[in-house]
Nanobody
Framework: QLQLVESGGGSVQAGGSLRLSCAASGFNFDYYWIGWFRQAPGKEREGVSC?????????????RYADSVKGRFTISRDNAQKMVYLQMNSLKPEDTAVYYC???????????????????WGEGTQVTVSS
């Protein structure tokens, strides 16, 4: 059974950092795009970042970011551990949201899409940034 589990959320002051983790299980992780999304109260869900499929235990994959987080967030993946990380630095109050990871099987080597569509979703982890 395919499963995605996010962790690492919490409360932090503006300017601080958090690292989110997404643990995958039940599927051939190397062949999937992985995306991070977020949804703030009263707002639509938005794509934050994505990383393309890659092969090998330390495969990296190409990455993309929403303009709002470019230069502050970094996505990475560890195929051996079936993990994806989102390092978030210089956090702002407007980054407050529930963050979700998502997966999409891709039959090819195209660059990932930040907006999706993605097929499988985790339950989310709350990130709160105070001013």
């Amino acid at each position: 059974q395919l499963q995605l589990v996010e962790s690492g959320g919490g409360s932090v002051q503006a300017g601080g950092s958090l690292r989110l983790s997404c643990a995958a299980s039940g599927f051939n992780f190397d062949y999937y795009w992985i995306g991070w999304f977020r949804q703030a109260p009263g707002k639509e869900r938005e794509g934050v970042s994505c990383i393309s499929r890659s092969l090998g235990s330390r495969g990296s994959g190409s990455t993309r970011y929403a303009d709002s987080v470019k230069g502050r967030f970094t996505i990475s993946r560890d195929n051996a551990q079936k993990m994806v990380y989102l390092q978030m630095n210089s956090l702002k109050p407007e980054d407050t949201a529930v963050y979700y990871c998502a997966a999409l099987y891709v039959d090819g080597w195209s660059a990932c899409s930040v907006s999706g569509p993605y097929t499988y979703w985790g339950e989310g982890t709350q990130v709160t940034v105070s001013s």
